[in-house]
């Protein structure tokens, strides 16, 4: 198995890939300041919709009841999944039962995590992704490495090789927008000769029995009114109570996930489309679990707005596919850990702990102190690679000892002054780094020395 540092060492070879990762995500972490300084009222905001998703995470239950109450009185066929595999089977059945074949799918980070699409296409079922940079990863068959930049891990020239290989374009044409034309024509007829749509679902309003959907291409929208049937797949923890909540909700998430004031479409389902069908799955696959550990539970009121994977400096320099998750970065790393522990037991350890992601995150999700506490998870059940174990057992005897910390504070002295830099400089530690200049005293000497002690 592989983890995070193995995997992140990996991608850090490509010097110059991870400095453009790293500059492409934090230019869209600085347009998300740009655009939020804008908002007076910014801070109160995600006060708001921090207190509104702990409210609706309290009382899941009922809000879900409502909200199939609801959708059922609005026509919509209400399924409930339990885990991956129901919800790949209850969208097979769908299709199965209208005779289905032909899919579009529009962005669904649930999908991802029930790997859906391998399951549909082992099945006879043709997907197509109609999110461009899904789009992408699909051709490349590789995973999304970031939850609203699926491709940002690839280079212009790597899509324009891919689409030579399936879209017959230039191997040498790197532009974006010729590239993004050569995508438009077999896409668009996808979109009119699908039997069914996909979408995900960014809020479900328990008040209405309805569903929020925001993309920025307006491909799920283009995908549910061209198609008979329309399938809307939910993970529990979307629901917000109220339509109003959404005023709140919707000024925080596209500021935060890329910098605009708002999604290009944000569109409220609420009935199917006379004469077609609307199908929500709601998927549990191990949020109950999580709503259940309740120093864990603010983790599920992420709205996967991305700007904790923006801003981290380990994201950004390591690349998605490293967190080896669907949900990869700061938050990927509080949630699954939740759902395999030994298998992901190095992503609270993937982290700084500088506290930028509890920052910028629009629903204050203290995702720093839930990183803390999910190593200590980790450490409790003996998952600690052994270096680290011995490392921790070492410093933990140092700093529990006067006598230990004071000798040790005496040899790191003695070694600044006589190892040499070049020897430092053999480690990962000390590549990046000048020495300091070894002082003549601790801080205790001198500050008994000086007569303050
Ligand atoms: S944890 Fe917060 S910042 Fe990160 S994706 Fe979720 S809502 Fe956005």
Not at 10 to 36: I, Y
Not at 146 to 163: D, N, S, Y
Not at 337 to 364: E, I, N, Q, R
Request: aromatic fraction near 6%; charge should be positive; charged fraction near 25%.
């Amino acid at each position: 198995m592989t983890t995070h540092p193995e995997a992140a060492e990996a991608f850090a070879q490509d010097a110059e890939r991870t400095a453009w990762h790293d500059q492409a995500l934090w230019f869209v972490r600085a347009k998300r300041d740009q655009v939020t300084r804008a908002i007076p009222e910014w801070e109160a905001l995600r006060t708001l919709a921090s207190g509104i998703k702990a409210h609706t995470l309290s009382r899941l239950d009922e809000y879900l009841e409502q909200f199939e109450r609801n959708a059922l009185a609005n026509g919509v066929v209400v399924h409930w999944a339990a885990d991956a595999d129901e919800h790949n089977r209850i969208v097979l059945g769908i299709l199965r039962d209208r005779g289905a074949t032909r899919l579009v799918k529009s962005k669904s980070m649930l999908t991802e995590e029930c790997h859906l699409n391998p399951y549909l296409e082992a099945h006879g079922i043709t997907v197509v992704d109609s999110d461009l940079g899904e789009r992408i990863v699909q051709l490349g068959r590789e995973a999304p490495s970031h939850i609203v930049m699926p491709a940002i891990h690839k280079r212009k020239a790597e899509v324009g090789a891919l689409f030579a290989e399936h879209f017959g374009t230039s191997p040498d044409e790197d532009d974006p927008g010729r590239l993004a034309d050569a995508a438009r024509g077999p896409l668009r007829s996808a979109l009119f000769g699908a039997d069914a749509a996909l979408t995900g679902v960014n809020f479900g309003v328990a008040e209405t029995g309805g569903i929020v959907v925001c993309t920025n291409e307006g491909n799920a929208d283009l995908g549910v009114h061209l198609a008979p049937i329309h399938i809307a797949c939910m993970g529990i923890e979307k629901l917000v109570p109220r339509v109003a909540d959404l005023g709140v909700f919707l000024r925080l998430l596209a500021r935060s996930a890329t910098g605009q004031p708002i999604t290009a479409y944000s569109s409220h389902v609420v009935t199917p489309r006379a004469p077609g069908q609307l199908h929500f799955v709601i998927v549990d696959n191990g949020r109950s679990e999580h709503l259940g550990r309740p120093e864990f539970r603010e983790a599920l009121a992420c709205i996967r707005c991305g700007a904790c994977l923006n801003t981290c400096p380990v994201y950004r320099r390591s690349g998605g596919h490293s967190y080896g998750s669907t949900i990869p970065g700061p938050i990927g790393a509080i949630l699954s850990p939740g759902v395999d522990l030994a298998k992901h037991a190095s992503l609270p350890f993937a982290s700084t702990l500088c506290g930028s992601c509890g920052d910028v995150c629009p629903v204050k999700i203290d995702i720093p102190q839930q990183l803390y506490r999910w190593r200590q998870m980790v450490g409790r059940a003996g998952l600690l690679p052994a270096k680290k174990r011995l490392t921790m057992t070492l410093l933990g005897g140092v700093f529990g000892s006067r006598a230990w910390y004071e000798w040790c504070g005496r040899m790191a002295r003695v070694a600044l002054r006589v190892v040499p830099g070049w020897l430092a400089r053999r480690t990962a530690w000390g590549r990046e780094r000048e020495l300091p200049v070894a002082p003549k005293e601790s801080f205790r000497e001198w500050y008994q020395r000086s007569g303050r002690g």
